[in-house]
Protein backbone atom coordinates (compact mmCIF):
# COMPACT_ATOMS: atom_id res chain seq x y z
CA UNK A 1 0.00 0.00 0.00
CA UNK A 2 1.93 3.38 -1.04
CA UNK A 3 2.29 5.56 1.94
CA UNK A 4 1.68 9.20 2.28
CA UNK A 5 -0.76 9.71 -0.23
CA UNK A 6 -1.88 12.84 -1.15
CA UNK A 7 -5.14 13.59 -1.18
CA UNK A 8 -5.37 12.64 -5.51
CA UNK A 9 -7.75 11.26 -7.41
CA UNK A 10 -7.65 10.75 -11.16
CA UNK A 11 -10.59 13.21 -11.61
CA UNK A 12 -8.20 16.27 -9.80
CA UNK A 13 -6.29 18.47 -12.13
CA UNK A 14 -2.84 19.45 -10.48
CA UNK A 15 -0.87 22.18 -11.97
CA UNK A 16 2.14 19.91 -11.66
CA UNK A 17 3.55 16.22 -11.66
CA UNK A 18 6.77 15.55 -10.19
CA UNK A 19 8.65 12.59 -10.70
CA UNK A 20 11.04 11.58 -8.21
CA UNK A 21 11.96 12.57 -4.34
CA UNK A 22 15.61 12.97 -4.73
CA UNK A 23 17.89 15.51 -5.04
CA UNK A 24 15.53 17.58 -7.74
CA UNK A 25 11.93 16.73 -6.56
CA UNK A 26 12.26 17.42 -3.16
CA UNK A 27 13.85 20.73 -4.05
CA UNK A 28 10.89 21.28 -6.81
CA UNK A 29 8.27 21.06 -4.41
CA UNK A 30 9.29 22.92 -2.35
CA UNK A 31 9.88 25.81 -4.92
CA UNK A 32 6.69 25.31 -6.88
CA UNK A 33 4.55 24.68 -3.40
CA UNK A 34 5.71 28.21 -1.77
CA UNK A 35 5.04 29.38 -5.21
CA UNK A 36 1.51 28.46 -5.47
CA UNK A 37 1.43 25.75 -7.79
CA UNK A 38 -0.89 22.85 -6.54
CA UNK A 39 1.94 19.33 -7.09
CA UNK A 40 1.56 15.42 -6.86
CA UNK A 41 5.02 13.83 -6.58
CA UNK A 42 5.42 10.33 -7.35
CA UNK A 43 8.16 8.37 -6.01
CA UNK A 44 9.22 4.30 -6.92
CA UNK A 45 10.96 3.83 -3.89
CA UNK A 46 9.68 3.49 -0.81
CA UNK A 47 11.42 6.65 1.02
CA UNK A 48 13.11 10.12 -0.03
CA UNK A 49 16.55 10.03 -1.58
CA UNK A 50 16.57 8.87 -4.85
CA UNK A 51 20.58 7.98 -5.60
CA UNK A 52 20.98 8.02 -2.21
CA UNK A 53 18.57 6.05 -1.15
CA UNK A 54 19.49 2.72 -3.82
CA UNK A 55 23.44 2.97 -3.50
CA UNK A 56 24.08 1.74 -0.10
CA UNK A 57 26.74 -0.49 -1.38
CA UNK A 58 29.98 -0.48 1.11
CA UNK A 59 31.86 2.52 1.09
CA UNK A 60 29.25 4.46 -1.00
CA UNK A 61 30.01 7.97 -0.85
CA UNK A 62 30.15 11.51 -2.99
CA UNK A 63 33.04 12.19 -4.62
CA UNK A 64 31.74 16.14 -4.90
CA UNK A 65 32.57 17.39 -1.40
CA UNK A 66 29.50 17.84 0.68
CA UNK A 67 29.76 21.20 1.71
CA UNK A 68 29.33 21.78 -1.67
CA UNK A 69 27.00 18.78 -2.46
CA UNK A 70 24.06 20.10 -0.42
CA UNK A 71 21.78 22.68 -1.43
CA UNK A 72 22.09 26.25 -1.05
CA UNK A 73 18.34 27.47 -1.30
CA UNK A 74 18.33 28.17 2.82
CA UNK A 75 20.24 30.03 4.90
CA UNK A 76 19.29 28.81 7.55
CA UNK A 77 19.31 25.31 6.37
CA UNK A 78 23.10 25.33 5.74
CA UNK A 79 24.01 26.85 9.03
CA UNK A 80 22.26 24.42 11.02
CA UNK A 81 23.17 21.24 9.06
CA UNK A 82 26.58 19.99 9.92
CA UNK A 83 28.41 17.26 7.35
CA UNK A 84 30.84 15.50 9.21
CA UNK A 85 33.56 14.32 6.63
CA UNK A 86 34.49 16.07 3.74
CA UNK A 87 33.05 13.35 1.78
CA UNK A 88 30.17 12.43 3.52
CA UNK A 89 29.06 8.69 3.32
CA UNK A 90 25.80 7.60 1.83
CA UNK A 91 23.82 7.07 4.98
CA UNK A 92 24.86 10.82 5.77
CA UNK A 93 23.45 12.42 2.57
CA UNK A 94 20.62 9.97 3.35
CA UNK A 95 19.92 11.52 6.60
CA UNK A 96 20.47 15.09 5.08
CA UNK A 97 17.72 14.61 2.84
CA UNK A 98 15.48 13.01 5.51
CA UNK A 99 16.08 16.20 7.38
CA UNK A 100 15.67 18.60 4.33
CA UNK A 101 12.40 16.47 3.64
CA UNK A 102 10.78 16.95 7.29
CA UNK A 103 12.32 20.16 7.66
CA UNK A 104 10.49 21.83 4.95
CA UNK A 105 7.49 19.24 5.49
CA UNK A 106 7.80 17.91 1.91
CA UNK A 107 6.30 14.20 2.20
CA UNK A 108 3.26 15.54 2.16
CA UNK A 109 3.50 16.12 -1.79
CA UNK A 110 4.83 12.36 -2.51
CA UNK A 111 3.04 9.06 -3.36
CA UNK A 112 5.49 6.52 -2.49
CA UNK A 113 6.15 3.01 -3.90
CA UNK A 114 4.43 4.44 -7.01
CA UNK A 115 6.29 4.70 -10.74
CA UNK A 116 5.28 6.84 -13.27
CA UNK A 117 5.35 4.68 -15.85
CA UNK A 118 3.35 6.70 -18.59
CA UNK A 119 2.66 10.27 -19.66
CA UNK A 120 0.74 11.74 -22.71
CA UNK A 121 0.31 15.33 -23.85
CA UNK A 122 -3.18 15.74 -24.89
CA UNK A 123 -3.50 18.81 -26.91
CA UNK A 124 -7.01 19.60 -26.68
CA UNK A 125 -7.23 19.95 -22.75
CA UNK A 126 -3.65 21.04 -22.62
CA UNK A 127 -3.07 18.69 -20.12
CA UNK A 128 -0.23 15.55 -19.47
CA UNK A 129 -2.22 12.20 -18.50
CA UNK A 130 -0.10 10.45 -16.41
CA UNK A 131 -0.18 6.97 -15.95
CA UNK A 132 1.16 5.15 -12.79
CA UNK A 133 2.65 1.57 -11.96
CA UNK A 134 -0.60 1.23 -9.83
CA UNK A 135 -2.84 1.16 -13.05
CA UNK A 136 -4.27 4.64 -12.05
CA UNK A 137 -3.89 7.44 -13.81
CA UNK A 138 -3.34 11.50 -13.13
CA UNK A 139 -3.77 14.82 -14.63
CA UNK A 140 -1.61 17.84 -14.70
CA UNK A 141 -1.49 20.98 -16.50
CA UNK A 142 2.98 20.57 -16.15
CA UNK A 143 4.86 17.56 -16.11
CA UNK A 144 8.30 17.71 -14.37
CA UNK A 145 11.12 14.88 -14.08
CA UNK A 146 13.38 14.63 -11.20
CA UNK A 147 13.99 10.91 -12.06
CA UNK A 148 17.86 11.53 -12.09
CA UNK A 149 20.91 11.17 -14.45
CA UNK A 150 22.41 8.15 -12.91
CA UNK A 151 18.86 5.98 -11.55
CA UNK A 152 18.49 3.33 -14.39
CA UNK A 153 20.69 0.72 -13.69
CA UNK A 154 22.28 -0.77 -16.89
CA UNK A 155 20.97 -4.22 -18.13
CA UNK A 156 22.99 -7.39 -16.43
CA UNK A 157 24.82 -7.86 -19.65
CA UNK A 158 27.47 -10.29 -18.56
CA UNK A 159 27.07 -13.74 -20.63
CA UNK A 160 25.23 -16.53 -19.08
CA UNK A 161 24.98 -15.00 -15.42
CA UNK A 162 21.50 -16.36 -15.66
CA UNK A 163 23.26 -19.61 -14.84
CA UNK A 164 24.90 -18.51 -11.45
CA UNK A 165 23.10 -20.24 -8.54
CA UNK A 166 24.91 -18.29 -5.71
CA UNK A 167 24.13 -14.92 -4.42
CA UNK A 168 24.13 -11.69 -7.18
CA UNK A 169 23.70 -8.24 -6.09
CA UNK A 170 24.06 -4.59 -7.66
CA UNK A 171 25.88 -1.88 -5.99
CA UNK A 172 22.95 0.61 -7.45
CA UNK A 173 20.13 -1.64 -5.78
CA UNK A 174 22.39 -3.20 -2.45
CA UNK A 175 20.43 -4.96 -0.43
CA UNK A 176 22.74 -6.90 1.85
CA UNK A 177 25.43 -6.13 4.80
CA UNK A 178 28.31 -6.56 4.42
CA UNK A 179 29.40 -8.98 7.12
CA UNK A 180 27.22 -11.58 4.49
CA UNK A 181 30.36 -11.10 2.61
CA UNK A 182 32.26 -12.85 5.11
CA UNK A 183 34.44 -16.05 4.42
CA UNK A 184 32.66 -15.90 0.74
CA UNK A 185 34.36 -15.97 -2.41
CA UNK A 186 33.32 -12.80 -3.89
CA UNK A 187 33.55 -11.50 -7.91
CA UNK A 188 33.09 -8.33 -8.51
CA UNK A 189 32.47 -7.24 -12.26
CA UNK A 190 33.27 -3.33 -13.03
CA UNK A 191 35.77 -0.77 -11.67
CA UNK A 192 34.26 2.38 -12.09
CA UNK A 193 33.35 4.67 -9.39
CA UNK A 194 31.26 2.32 -7.72
CA UNK A 195 33.53 -1.15 -7.32
CA UNK A 196 36.57 1.28 -6.35
CA UNK A 197 34.73 2.58 -3.55
CA UNK A 198 33.44 -0.90 -3.03
CA UNK A 199 36.32 -3.44 -3.71
CA UNK A 200 38.79 -2.32 -0.79
CA UNK A 201 35.90 -2.79 1.88
CA UNK A 202 34.48 -5.91 0.82
CA UNK A 203 38.22 -6.92 0.59
CA UNK A 204 38.43 -6.97 3.94
CA UNK A 205 35.63 -9.67 4.64
CA UNK A 206 35.93 -11.72 2.04
CA UNK A 207 38.15 -14.98 1.76
CA UNK A 208 38.37 -13.94 -1.75
CA UNK A 209 37.38 -11.03 -4.31
CA UNK A 210 38.23 -11.66 -8.07
CA UNK A 211 38.00 -8.34 -9.32
CA UNK A 212 37.13 -8.62 -12.91
CA UNK A 213 38.16 -5.29 -14.58
CA UNK A 214 37.05 -3.96 -18.69
CA UNK A 215 39.03 -0.99 -18.70
CA UNK A 216 41.06 0.53 -15.46
CA UNK A 217 40.55 3.48 -14.56
CA UNK A 218 42.26 6.22 -13.31
CA UNK A 219 41.55 6.70 -9.59
CA UNK A 220 42.92 9.20 -7.22
CA UNK A 221 43.27 9.11 -3.55
CA UNK A 222 40.35 10.69 -2.28
CA UNK A 223 41.91 11.72 1.25
CA UNK A 224 38.71 11.94 2.95
CA UNK A 225 38.86 13.38 6.52
CA UNK A 226 36.85 14.19 9.79
CA UNK A 227 35.91 18.13 9.21
CA UNK A 228 37.20 19.68 12.28
CA UNK A 229 34.93 21.92 14.25
CA UNK A 230 36.92 25.30 12.95
CA UNK A 231 36.96 23.90 9.58
CA UNK A 232 33.09 23.88 10.10
CA UNK A 233 32.75 27.16 11.28
CA UNK A 234 35.20 28.78 9.01
CA UNK A 235 32.98 27.44 6.18
CA UNK A 236 29.41 28.38 7.54
CA UNK A 237 30.97 32.20 8.43
CA UNK A 238 31.82 32.05 4.36
CA UNK A 239 29.15 30.21 3.11
CA UNK A 240 27.44 32.46 1.15
CA UNK A 241 30.61 33.49 -0.53
CA UNK A 242 31.06 29.97 -1.02
CA UNK A 243 27.94 29.66 -3.03
CA UNK A 244 28.43 32.32 -5.07
CA UNK A 245 31.93 31.05 -5.78
CA UNK A 246 30.26 27.65 -6.97
CA UNK A 247 27.31 29.22 -8.95
CA UNK A 248 29.73 31.21 -11.36
CA UNK A 249 32.70 28.52 -12.06
CA UNK A 250 33.01 25.74 -14.13
CA UNK A 251 31.88 22.64 -11.94
CA UNK A 252 29.63 23.94 -9.44
CA UNK A 253 32.99 23.94 -6.94
CA UNK A 254 35.55 26.16 -6.52
CA UNK A 255 37.32 26.83 -9.45
CA UNK A 256 41.34 26.78 -9.15
CA UNK A 257 42.05 28.06 -12.55
CA UNK A 258 45.04 28.24 -14.40
CA UNK A 259 45.90 30.11 -17.94
CA UNK A 260 49.41 27.37 -17.88
CA UNK A 261 49.35 25.15 -20.64
CA UNK A 262 51.22 21.98 -19.56
CA UNK A 263 54.68 22.65 -21.62
CA UNK A 264 54.81 26.54 -20.42
CA UNK A 265 56.15 25.16 -17.26
CA UNK A 266 58.91 22.96 -16.66
CA UNK A 267 59.23 19.42 -16.32
CA UNK A 268 59.95 20.06 -12.52
CA UNK A 269 57.05 22.13 -12.05
CA UNK A 270 55.25 20.19 -13.60
CA UNK A 271 55.44 17.27 -11.09
CA UNK A 272 55.80 19.65 -9.04
CA UNK A 273 51.88 20.73 -9.29
CA UNK A 274 51.04 17.23 -9.70
CA UNK A 275 52.33 16.22 -6.46
CA UNK A 276 50.46 18.66 -5.12
CA UNK A 277 47.11 18.16 -6.72
CA UNK A 278 47.48 14.44 -6.22
CA UNK A 279 48.06 15.45 -1.97
CA UNK A 280 44.97 17.57 -2.26
CA UNK A 281 43.18 15.44 -4.32
CA UNK A 282 38.81 15.93 -4.73
CA UNK A 283 36.89 16.30 -7.66
CA UNK A 284 39.46 17.58 -10.10
CA UNK A 285 42.22 15.62 -9.05
CA UNK A 286 45.27 16.63 -10.80
CA UNK A 287 43.45 16.83 -14.14
CA UNK A 288 42.46 20.41 -13.55
CA UNK A 289 46.18 21.45 -13.13
CA UNK A 290 46.86 22.56 -16.71
CA UNK A 291 44.54 24.92 -19.27
CA UNK A 292 45.06 22.02 -21.82
CA UNK A 293 44.93 19.20 -20.13
CA UNK A 294 41.46 17.99 -21.63
CA UNK A 295 42.01 19.38 -25.34
CA UNK A 296 45.97 18.61 -25.85
CA UNK A 297 46.68 14.59 -25.69
CA UNK A 298 50.27 15.21 -25.75
CA UNK A 299 49.41 17.68 -22.61
CA UNK A 300 47.47 14.89 -21.15
CA UNK A 301 49.81 12.36 -21.16
CA UNK A 302 51.75 14.17 -18.98
CA UNK A 303 49.07 13.86 -16.38
CA UNK A 304 48.26 10.94 -17.31
CA UNK A 305 51.61 9.42 -16.97
CA UNK A 306 52.00 11.35 -13.40
CA UNK A 307 49.10 8.63 -11.97
CA UNK A 308 50.71 5.57 -14.12
CA UNK A 309 53.52 5.84 -11.72
CA UNK A 310 51.79 6.32 -8.70
CA UNK A 311 50.48 2.67 -9.45
CA UNK A 312 53.43 1.10 -10.48
CA UNK A 313 54.67 2.57 -6.88
CA UNK A 314 51.62 1.63 -4.92
CA UNK A 315 50.86 -1.64 -6.58
CA UNK A 316 53.72 -4.45 -5.46
CA UNK A 317 53.21 -6.84 -8.27
CA UNK A 318 54.21 -5.21 -12.03
CA UNK A 319 51.94 -7.65 -13.96
CA UNK A 320 49.01 -6.66 -11.82
CA UNK A 321 50.23 -2.98 -11.47
CA UNK A 322 50.54 -2.68 -15.68
CA UNK A 323 47.21 -4.36 -15.84
CA UNK A 324 45.85 -1.76 -13.57
CA UNK A 325 47.62 1.47 -15.47
CA UNK A 326 44.61 3.23 -17.85
CA UNK A 327 46.16 2.76 -20.89
CA UNK A 328 42.82 3.25 -22.99
CA UNK A 329 41.91 6.58 -22.58
CA UNK A 330 43.39 9.62 -21.52
CA UNK A 331 43.21 11.17 -17.55
CA UNK A 332 39.65 12.92 -17.17
CA UNK A 333 38.07 12.05 -20.50
CA UNK A 334 35.87 9.90 -19.01
CA UNK A 335 35.00 10.26 -15.31
CA UNK A 336 38.11 9.42 -12.82
CA UNK A 337 37.15 7.72 -9.58
CA UNK A 338 37.95 8.65 -5.97
CA UNK A 339 39.36 5.88 -4.44
CA UNK A 340 40.57 4.73 -0.41
CA UNK A 341 43.22 2.53 -0.14
CA UNK A 342 41.85 1.17 -3.76
CA UNK A 343 45.68 0.01 -5.70
CA UNK A 344 47.20 -0.93 -2.22
CA UNK A 345 43.75 -3.60 -2.13
CA UNK A 346 45.68 -5.67 -5.01
CA UNK A 347 48.74 -6.02 -2.32
CA UNK A 348 46.33 -8.28 -0.12
CA UNK A 349 47.02 -12.06 -0.60
CA UNK A 350 43.44 -12.23 -0.88
CA UNK A 351 42.84 -10.49 -3.71
CA UNK A 352 43.13 -11.03 -7.36
CA UNK A 353 42.78 -9.05 -10.94
CA UNK A 354 41.24 -10.25 -14.07
CA UNK A 355 41.74 -7.94 -17.02
CA UNK A 356 38.66 -8.86 -19.56
CA UNK A 357 40.25 -7.07 -22.34
CA UNK A 358 42.86 -10.34 -21.83
CA UNK A 359 40.57 -12.65 -21.68
CA UNK A 360 36.89 -11.76 -22.29
CA UNK A 361 34.14 -13.18 -20.07
CA UNK A 362 32.40 -16.22 -22.17
CA UNK A 363 29.88 -17.68 -19.90
CA UNK A 364 28.76 -17.95 -16.24
CA UNK A 365 28.06 -21.30 -14.62
CA UNK A 366 26.19 -22.45 -11.64
CA UNK A 367 29.35 -21.69 -9.64
CA UNK A 368 32.00 -19.43 -12.01
CA UNK A 369 32.78 -16.75 -13.74
CA UNK A 370 34.16 -18.43 -16.86
CA UNK A 371 36.51 -16.51 -19.34
CA UNK A 372 38.47 -17.24 -22.23
CA UNK A 373 41.24 -18.82 -20.21
CA UNK A 374 40.03 -20.28 -17.34
CA UNK A 375 36.72 -20.66 -14.69
CA UNK A 376 36.79 -18.38 -12.21
CA UNK A 377 34.66 -19.85 -8.88
CA UNK A 378 32.67 -17.92 -6.84
CA UNK A 379 29.91 -17.75 -4.37
CA UNK A 380 28.59 -14.29 -5.07
CA UNK A 381 28.45 -11.46 -7.59
CA UNK A 382 29.11 -8.50 -6.99
CA UNK A 383 27.73 -6.36 -10.25
CA UNK A 384 29.49 -2.55 -10.68
CA UNK A 385 28.38 -2.41 -14.43
CA UNK A 386 26.73 1.11 -14.03
CA UNK A 387 23.77 2.77 -15.33
CA UNK A 388 21.87 3.93 -18.63
CA UNK A 389 22.28 7.16 -17.81
CA UNK A 390 20.47 10.06 -18.48
CA UNK A 391 18.20 8.59 -21.47
CA UNK A 392 17.58 5.68 -19.65
CA UNK A 393 15.36 7.56 -16.73
CA UNK A 394 13.91 9.84 -19.06
CA UNK A 395 12.44 6.95 -21.66
CA UNK A 396 11.46 4.61 -18.56
CA UNK A 397 8.41 8.02 -18.20
CA UNK A 398 7.20 6.55 -22.12
CA UNK A 399 6.76 9.97 -22.82
CA UNK A 400 4.03 10.76 -26.04
CA UNK A 401 4.60 14.28 -26.97
CA UNK A 402 2.40 16.47 -28.76
CA UNK A 403 2.47 14.62 -32.63
CA UNK A 404 1.64 11.20 -30.98
CA UNK A 405 5.39 10.20 -31.45
CA UNK A 406 7.43 8.55 -27.89
CA UNK A 407 10.32 10.41 -27.34
CA UNK A 408 12.63 7.53 -27.61
CA UNK A 409 11.90 7.88 -31.20
CA UNK A 410 12.44 11.34 -31.09
CA UNK A 411 16.06 10.64 -29.88
CA UNK A 412 16.43 7.65 -31.71
CA UNK A 413 19.55 9.01 -33.52
CA UNK A 414 20.93 11.25 -30.17
CA UNK A 415 19.46 13.58 -27.27
CA UNK A 416 17.74 16.74 -28.64
CA UNK A 417 16.95 19.34 -25.82
CA UNK A 418 16.71 22.80 -25.33
CA UNK A 419 19.00 23.90 -22.26
CA UNK A 420 19.30 20.01 -21.36
CA UNK A 421 15.68 21.54 -19.62
CA UNK A 422 12.90 21.14 -22.45
CA UNK A 423 12.28 19.23 -25.43
CA UNK A 424 9.90 20.14 -28.65
CA UNK A 425 7.06 18.01 -29.08
CA UNK A 426 6.72 17.74 -25.17
CA UNK A 427 4.66 20.98 -23.93
CA UNK A 428 4.81 22.14 -20.34
CA UNK A 429 7.42 19.14 -19.71
CA UNK A 430 10.53 19.96 -18.17
CA UNK A 431 13.56 18.25 -17.54
CA UNK A 432 15.29 18.64 -14.02
CA UNK A 433 19.21 17.94 -15.08
CA UNK A 434 18.74 16.72 -17.99
CA UNK A 435 20.89 15.39 -20.67
CA UNK A 436 22.81 18.22 -22.45
CA UNK A 437 22.58 20.26 -19.55
CA UNK A 438 26.10 20.99 -17.04
CA UNK A 439 24.66 18.01 -14.64
CA UNK A 440 26.88 15.24 -16.35
CA UNK A 441 30.17 17.41 -15.67
CA UNK A 442 29.20 19.43 -12.49
CA UNK A 443 28.50 19.02 -8.81
CA UNK A 444 25.00 18.25 -9.07
CA UNK A 445 22.52 19.76 -6.57
CA UNK A 446 24.04 23.07 -7.75
CA UNK A 447 22.88 22.34 -11.38
CA UNK A 448 19.55 21.27 -9.85
CA UNK A 449 18.85 24.14 -7.96
CA UNK A 450 19.85 26.49 -11.29
CA UNK A 451 17.34 24.19 -13.57
CA UNK A 452 14.24 24.26 -10.80
CA UNK A 453 14.49 27.94 -10.13
CA UNK A 454 14.60 28.64 -13.95
CA UNK A 455 11.96 26.43 -14.86
CA UNK A 456 9.81 28.15 -11.97
CA UNK A 457 10.66 31.43 -12.70
CA UNK A 458 9.46 30.20 -17.04
CA UNK A 459 6.30 29.17 -15.42
CA UNK A 460 5.43 32.06 -13.47
CA UNK A 461 6.32 33.93 -16.50
CA UNK A 462 3.84 32.25 -18.00
CA UNK A 463 0.94 32.18 -15.96
CA UNK A 464 1.46 36.26 -15.17
CA UNK A 465 1.24 36.44 -19.22
CA UNK A 466 -2.33 34.00 -18.92
CA UNK A 467 -0.28 31.93 -20.91
CA UNK A 468 -0.83 28.01 -20.15
CA UNK A 469 1.51 26.32 -23.12
CA UNK A 470 5.00 26.01 -22.92
CA UNK A 471 7.19 24.72 -25.42
CA UNK A 472 10.96 24.39 -27.05
CA UNK A 473 10.75 25.40 -30.90
CA UNK A 474 12.57 23.19 -33.10
CA UNK A 475 14.95 26.05 -33.90
CA UNK A 476 15.95 27.04 -30.36
CA UNK A 477 16.35 22.99 -29.84
CA UNK A 478 18.37 22.66 -32.80
CA UNK A 479 20.87 25.65 -31.31
CA UNK A 480 21.16 24.17 -28.32
CA UNK A 481 22.39 20.58 -29.51
CA UNK A 482 24.69 22.93 -31.98
CA UNK A 483 25.74 25.10 -28.71
CA UNK A 484 26.46 21.52 -26.10
CA UNK A 485 28.03 20.28 -29.35
CA UNK A 486 30.45 23.00 -29.83
CA UNK A 487 31.23 22.55 -25.85
CA UNK A 488 32.77 19.27 -26.26
CA UNK A 489 34.36 19.47 -29.61
CA UNK A 490 37.94 19.60 -29.51
CA UNK A 491 38.00 17.82 -25.94
CA UNK A 492 39.52 14.74 -25.65
CA UNK A 493 35.85 13.53 -24.55
CA UNK A 494 34.83 14.06 -27.72
CA UNK A 495 36.67 11.01 -28.22
CA UNK A 496 36.89 8.76 -25.68
CA UNK A 497 34.37 5.87 -24.96
CA UNK A 498 32.24 6.26 -21.93
CA UNK A 499 28.50 6.49 -20.20
CA UNK A 500 29.48 10.20 -21.02
CA UNK A 501 28.76 9.17 -24.50
CA UNK A 502 26.50 6.40 -24.57
CA UNK A 503 28.59 3.89 -25.31
CA UNK A 504 28.40 1.65 -22.46
CA UNK A 505 25.15 1.07 -23.30
CA UNK A 506 24.26 -1.57 -26.33
CA UNK A 507 22.94 0.46 -29.02
CA UNK A 508 22.42 3.74 -27.56
CA UNK A 509 23.65 6.67 -30.03
CA UNK A 510 27.06 8.15 -29.69
CA UNK A 511 25.92 11.78 -28.28
CA UNK A 512 27.90 13.30 -25.38
CA UNK A 513 25.00 13.38 -22.66
CA UNK A 514 26.25 17.28 -21.09
CA UNK A 515 27.00 20.27 -21.79
CA UNK A 516 30.67 21.17 -21.16
CA UNK A 517 30.31 25.31 -21.42
CA UNK A 518 30.74 25.47 -17.50
CA UNK A 519 27.81 26.24 -14.72
CA UNK A 520 28.57 29.89 -14.44
CA UNK A 521 28.00 30.59 -18.13
CA UNK A 522 25.23 28.09 -18.65
CA UNK A 523 23.32 30.25 -15.25
CA UNK A 524 24.12 33.49 -17.23
CA UNK A 525 23.08 31.90 -20.50
CA UNK A 526 19.61 30.90 -18.97
CA UNK A 527 19.33 34.09 -17.26
CA UNK A 528 19.52 35.74 -20.34
CA UNK A 529 17.26 33.85 -22.16
CA UNK A 530 15.09 34.79 -19.47
CA UNK A 531 15.46 38.37 -19.67
CA UNK A 532 15.03 38.20 -23.64
CA UNK A 533 11.72 36.81 -23.09
CA UNK A 534 12.32 33.59 -23.76
CA UNK A 535 14.01 33.01 -27.09
CA UNK A 536 13.63 29.23 -28.62
CA UNK A 537 10.24 28.54 -26.65
CA UNK A 538 6.79 29.20 -27.91
CA UNK A 539 4.50 30.45 -25.50
CA UNK A 540 0.76 29.90 -26.10
CA UNK A 541 1.81 29.57 -29.71
CA UNK A 542 3.99 32.35 -29.88
CA UNK A 543 7.61 32.42 -30.43
CA UNK A 544 10.53 34.69 -29.87
CA UNK A 545 13.37 34.20 -32.51
CA UNK A 546 16.60 34.62 -31.91
CA UNK A 547 19.58 32.28 -32.77
CA UNK A 548 20.96 31.33 -29.70
CA UNK A 549 24.25 30.76 -30.81
CA UNK A 550 24.88 34.54 -30.52
CA UNK A 551 23.69 35.06 -27.21
CA UNK A 552 26.09 32.11 -26.15
CA UNK A 553 29.20 34.12 -27.87
CA UNK A 554 27.95 37.13 -26.27
CA UNK A 555 27.47 36.12 -23.10
CA UNK A 556 30.73 36.05 -20.70
P1 LIG B 1 30.51 3.21 -14.29
O1 LIG B 1 31.39 4.32 -14.00
O2 LIG B 1 29.74 3.22 -15.58
O3 LIG B 1 31.41 1.88 -14.21
C1 LIG B 1 30.93 0.65 -14.64
C2 LIG B 1 32.06 -0.34 -14.70
O4 LIG B 1 31.55 -1.60 -15.09
C3 LIG B 1 33.12 0.03 -15.72
O5 LIG B 1 34.36 -0.40 -15.23
C4 LIG B 1 32.69 -0.80 -16.93
O6 LIG B 1 33.72 -1.07 -17.82
C5 LIG B 1 32.23 -2.05 -16.25
N1 LIG B 1 31.28 -2.84 -17.01
C6 LIG B 1 30.09 -2.44 -17.49
N2 LIG B 1 29.47 -3.45 -18.12
C7 LIG B 1 30.30 -4.51 -18.03
C8 LIG B 1 30.23 -5.82 -18.48
N3 LIG B 1 29.17 -6.27 -19.16
N4 LIG B 1 31.26 -6.65 -18.25
C9 LIG B 1 32.33 -6.20 -17.55
N5 LIG B 1 32.46 -4.95 -17.10
C10 LIG B 1 31.45 -4.11 -17.33
O7 LIG B 1 29.43 2.98 -13.15
P2 LIG B 1 29.57 3.26 -11.59
O8 LIG B 1 28.33 2.80 -10.94
O9 LIG B 1 30.84 2.73 -11.07
O10 LIG B 1 29.67 4.82 -11.49
C11 LIG B 1 28.68 5.63 -12.14
C12 LIG B 1 28.86 7.06 -11.77
O11 LIG B 1 28.36 7.25 -10.45
C13 LIG B 1 30.25 7.57 -11.71
O12 LIG B 1 30.78 7.95 -12.92
C14 LIG B 1 30.11 8.76 -10.78
O13 LIG B 1 29.61 9.86 -11.50
C15 LIG B 1 29.08 8.30 -9.81
P3 LIG B 1 34.00 -0.08 -19.08
O14 LIG B 1 34.67 1.14 -18.48
O15 LIG B 1 32.64 0.25 -19.66
O16 LIG B 1 34.85 -0.86 -19.97
Known sequence: MPMNIPSTSDTE???VIGVGAGFSGLYLAHRLTTGGWTFAGFEAGPSVGGTWFWNTYPGARCDVESIYYSYSFDKALQQEWTWSQRFAPQAEILSYINHVADRFDLRKHFTFNTRVVGARWNATDRLWKVQLDNGETRCSRYLVSGAGGLSTPKDFDVPGLQNFEG???STSRWNIELHELAGKRVAVIGTGSSGVQAIPLIAEVAEHVTVFQRTPNYVMPARNTELTPEQVDSIKGDYHAIREECRHSLGGIPDRPTPDKAFDVSAEERQRRYELAYERSGFNGVGA??????????A????SEFIHDKIREIVKDPATAELLVPKYHPLGAKRSCFGTDYYETFNRPNVSLVSLRDEPI??????????SKRAYEADIVVLAIGFDAFTGPLYGLNLTGASGRK????WRDGVRTYLGIMAADLPNFFMVAGPQSPALASNVVMTIEQAVDWIADLMEYARDSGASVIEATVEGQNDWVDISEETVTGTLYATTDSWYRGSNVAGKPNTFLGYLGGVGKYRRMCAEI????YPGVEIDGEARVRHLGR??????
Open 13 to 15: IFD
Open 167 to 169: LQV
Open 289 to 298: EFADLLTDVE
Open 300 to 303: NKTA
Open 362 to 371: ETTTANAIVT
Open 407 to 410: LQDA
Open 530 to 533: ARRG
Open 551 to 556: IHQEIS
